[in-house]
């Protein structure tokens, strides 16, 4: 793998849950050079399992306890993703960076995350008044790891101050620093500190990436404004490129809905959660959810149905038809123990006969309390005079749950082991209505809660 240069690049900066493959991929391809993942906190990380990812050409690596992907990369970012980790810990930073370093070109320490979550635990904005560790952290991995190490920082409100801090960083061996021209306690509102940008720019000699421009970058020579300012060549965009992730575009910026048109290609292509890919569209899209096709939007659940509304639904079914013909697992078939090969798999007998659904229960398909599955069977039950109420018994394995309903003599279950034992029984009780003939099949699969 070519040793990744930072210089003279334009690159998608870290965003949480905005920050996906597909993202990425989308930045890539409107002309960003080097994309950044969304911030992985190191212990989620080393809960996970890395799966090579057939059916998807992905590598995967996968939660140990629920199936979740955190991070899913792919062949075409291979040498230019950038993993950025959260942490406050050399040894478990090492010990991620050790599992990771052959799937990404480089790996980032968050070092200017304000938020609660970060500072308490020690990790992002936290390690600028931590620097003993936050350079433990950067030597450990510099001296260990193939791959190039840098970290991304927030500025003091001091130009020595930060300069010294700086420099201290960069005595670690790093590659590169990334700054946003903020301090901890500056929100996004406030101006970007782009002289103090240039000021560290001029005095060390490694590449400084500048941030925290987004405000002034409305289309492609703003971007050269915001380096210039900088004096820097290489800039990390953050929420212009959120906004409107064409804005790489050395030929100009596109409409919005060809960009949306574009990232659902690729969140289709790569199985993307219909949440994420909900996120990201709800952020381009801004007060255009207002509007009638936005409100249509807002109430889409599934990948598919956000895809009807960009004219790719016939697309969407293709492709997701596809990778279940191709023997994909997806989200929704996760078994507890299916991480766990040198564990002997356990056999839920308690299953066996029982009427089962492959369905999941997703929560947000049911607006009102008395749509819910367990509501429809109650009044159900009351209807037809039916003394016994529904019985639940929860099974659960790890941190998942799956519940039999017993009901006149029969029980029902659904094929998905839930988060927790309230969804656990609405699944059973959604085999049960279906089995009772209380709701189509059709309207199941429609709404995503049929495992095809
Ligand atoms: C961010 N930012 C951020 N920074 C970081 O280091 N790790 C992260 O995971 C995130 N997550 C994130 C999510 C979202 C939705 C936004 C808008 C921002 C901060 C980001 O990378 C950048 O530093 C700031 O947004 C300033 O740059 P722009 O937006 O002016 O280009």
């Known amino acids: 793998m070519p040793i990744l240069n930072y210089q003279n690049k334009l690159i998608l900066a870290p965003m949480v849950r905005v920050g996906s493959l597909p993202m990425r991929l989308l930045a890539l391809h409107y002309g960003a050079e080097i994309v950044y993942s969304e911030e992985i906190i190191d212990w ?3 809960n996970s399992v890395r799966q090579v990812n057939d059916v998807l050409g992905t590598i995967d690596f996968l939660d140990k306890t629920d199936g979740t992907v955190i991070f ?11 993993l950025q980790l959260g942490t406050c810990d050399p ?3 090492l010990k991620v960076a050790k599992m990771v370093e052959e799937d990404v070109a480089g790996i980032d320490i968050n070092m200017g995350c304000p938020k609660e979550f970060s500072i308490k635990g020690g990790m992002g ?3 600028l008044t931590n620097l003993p560790k936050a350079k433990e952290i950067l030597k450990t991995l510099v001296e260990s790891v193939k791959i190039p190490i840098t970290c991304k920082i927030r500025v003091f409100e001091n130009e020595n101050d930060t300069l010294n801090l700086v420099k201290e960083l960069v005595s670690t061996g790093i590659a590169a620093i990334g700054i946003h ?26 590449p400084v990436i500048a941030n925290g421009g ?7 020579s703003d971007i050269e404004k915001f380096k210039k300012e900088c004096g820097v060549s290489s800039v990390m965009l953050a929420r212009a490129a959120q906004g409107n992730c064409s804005i790489f575009r050395k030929q100009g910026i596109l409409d919005l809905d060809t960009v949306i048109c574009k990232y659902l290609e690729y969140a289709v292509n790569f199985d993307n959660s219909p949440n994420t890919t909900k996120y990201v569209i709800q952020n381009i899209l801004k007060e255009l959810q207002e509007t009638p096709r936005g409100k249509k939007f807002l109430e889409c659940q599934t990948l598919q149905q956000i895809c009807e509304i960009w004219d790719l639904g016939d697309y969407c079914r293709k492709k997701e038809l ?6 994909m697992t997806c989200r929704r078939m996760i078994t507890p123990d299916m991480f766990e090969p040198a564990k002997k798999r356990t056999k839920f007998e308690q299953f066996d006969d029982c009427k089962e659904l492959r369905c999941a229960f997703i929560r947000v398909n049911y607006v009102k309390d008395t749509e819910l599955p367990k509501s429809i069977l109650l009044s159900w039950c009351l209807k037809n005079k039916i003394d016994d109420k529904p019985k639940y018994e929860i099974i659960h394995q790890g941190k998942l749950f799956r519940a039999i309903l017993s009901l006149n003599g029969e029980k029902y279950t659904s094929s998905y082991w839930e988060k927790n034992k309230k969804y656990a029984e609405q699944g059973a009780a959604l085999s049960c209505i279906y089995h009772l003939g209380l709701i189509s099949k059709e ?3 429609e709404s995503g809660s049929v495992i095809k």
Not at 72 to 82: L, W, Y
Not at 187 to 200: D, S
Not at 214 to 220: L, T, V
Not at 322 to 327: A, I, K, N, S
Request: charged content about 35%; hydrophobic content about 35%; glycine content about 4%.
């Open 44 to 46: 989620k990380l080393l």
């Open 72 to 82: 899913r990369t792919s062949k075409e970012e291979h040498d230019c993703v950038v």
């Open 91 to 93: 040894n478990r930073a």
């Open 125 to 127: 904005a936290a390690l």
């Open 181 to 206: 021209g903020r301090t901890r306690a500056e929100r996004p509102q406030h101006p970007n500190r782009n002289g103090l940008i240039k000021f560290i720019a001029e005095n060390i000699n490694i």
């Open 214 to 220: 987004s405000r002034e970058i409305e289309k492609y």
């Open 322 to 327: 596809e990778f279940f013909e191709r023997g």
């Open 443 to 445: 309207k199941l699969i």
